[in-house]
T-cell receptor, first 109, second 112 residues
Framework: DAKTTQPNSMESNEEEPVHLPCNHS???????IHWYRQLPSQGPEYVIH???SNVNNRMASLAIAEDRKSSTLILHRATLRDAAVYYC??????????FGTGTSLTVIP | DGGITQSPKYLFRKEGQNVTLSCEQN?????MYWYRQDPGQGLRLIYY???????QKGDIAEGYSVSREKKESFPLTVTSAQKNPTAFYLC???????????FGQGTRLTVV
């Protein structure tokens, strides 16, 4: 299985940047790195994804290490609405993807 | 609106009964997935389907069955063989690994 490792929980002050790390040392050359977030009792929501290069969208930025064995999701200014469980996932070229245990982000007002 | 719909949102069943959870998408996605989530845990893959009339087992397929007769629909049956069926079930769909996956809002199944 494609596996990822994330810290169980992190805290951030509101309006400050948040860096959520993810290790994926078993990644293969064709695996995409995806990030989703989930609020309680809801389905996960897509955040961002990438293959090799860093990516930016309106929600976040994704920084991918040169060897691709780790990545970091960056929320530029955390808001209370960003409090959620964030999952880093490897999506195989076969389109399979597996979730790890995720990082629970707490945003402090 | 395009999207993925799961129904019902809450489902109660007696032990020993089979129950079918519905998942429908109008996004024209080829791939569809079923996940199970237990309290405080991540999502675990039950079954996935890359194309109509084809599906593969995930990590925890025992006690579950699926069908994929139409592109839009991927129902999951929780059978009486599933030892601990009470959980939150999530359905997802996507095009390829290079595109985002869309998730339904989930069905919370309680077996009493």
């Amino acid at each position: 299985d494609a596996k990822t490792t994330q810290p169980n929980s992190m805290e951030s002050n509101e309006e400050e940047p948040v860096h959520l790390p993810c290790n994926h040392s078993t990644i293969s050359g064709t695996d995409y790195i995806h990030w989703y977030r989930q609020l309680p009792s809801q389905g996960p929501e897509y955040v961002i994804h990438g293959l090799t290069s860093n990516v930016n969208n309106r929600m976040a930025s994704l920084a991918i290490a040169e060897d691709r064995k780790s990545s970091t999701l960056i929320l530029h200014r955390a808001t209370l609405r960003d409090a959620a469980v964030y999952y880093c996932i490897l999506r195989l070229i076969s389109n399979q993807f597996y979730f790890g245990t995720g990082t629970s982000l707490t945003v402090i007002p | 609106d395009g999207g993925i719909t799961q129904s019902p949102k809450y489902l109660f069943r007696k032990e020993g009964q089979n129950v079918t959870l519905s998942c429908e998408q109008n996004l024209n996605h080829d791939a569809m997935y079923w996940y199970r989530q237990d309290p405080g845990q991540g999502l675990r893959l039950i079954y996935y389907s890359q194309i109509v009339n084809d599906f593969q087992k995930g990590d925890i397929a025992e006690g579950y069955s699926v069908s994929r007769e139409k592109k839009e629909s991927f129902p999951l049956t929780v059978t009486s063989a599933q030892k601990n069926p009470t959980a939150f079930y999530l359905c997802a769909s996507s095009f390829t690994a290079n595109t985002e996956a869309f998730f339904g809002q989930g069905t919370r199944l309680t077996v009493v």
